[in-house]
């Protein structure tokens, strides 16, 4: 199998955040920004992330994800009149 991102593997998964979290021994809220791109484990935390999913952590795509459309917002704010 071809490495994934992580947020891909999650949603294949079929497991809950609280289910991840549990088997990973990680807190709900880093395992909930780690699959959404907001957070880069550490290697313990990829370790265990893996393990969770039932993956080898070379099957795994590690970093953070952001949107260039959001962060265009963020930056200028929405047109007006939008």
């Known amino acids: 199998?071809?490495?994934q991102t992580i947020?891909?593997?999650f949603e294949q998964s079929t497991l809950s955040l609280e289910e991840v979290a549990d088997r990973a021994g990680l807190t709900l809220?880093?395992?909930a920004a780690i699959?959404?791109?907001r957070w880069l484990p550490s290697p313990e935390e990829r370790?265990?992330?893996a393990r969770a999913l039932g993956l080898d952590?070379?099957?795994v795509i590690?970093?953070?994800?952001?949107a260039p459309r959001n962060?265009?917002?963020?930056?200028f704010g929405l047109p007006t009149g939008f």
């Open 29 to 31: 809220d880093r395992v």
């Open 1 to 3: 199998m071809a490495p």
């Open 47 to 49: 370790e265990q992330m």
């Open 35 to 37: 699959v959404e791109g």
């Open 62 to 66: 590690w970093g953070h994800i952001m």
């Open 71 to 75: 962060a265009r917002y963020h930056q």
């Open 57 to 59: 952590q070379a099957q």
């Open 7 to 9: 947020d891909l593997l």
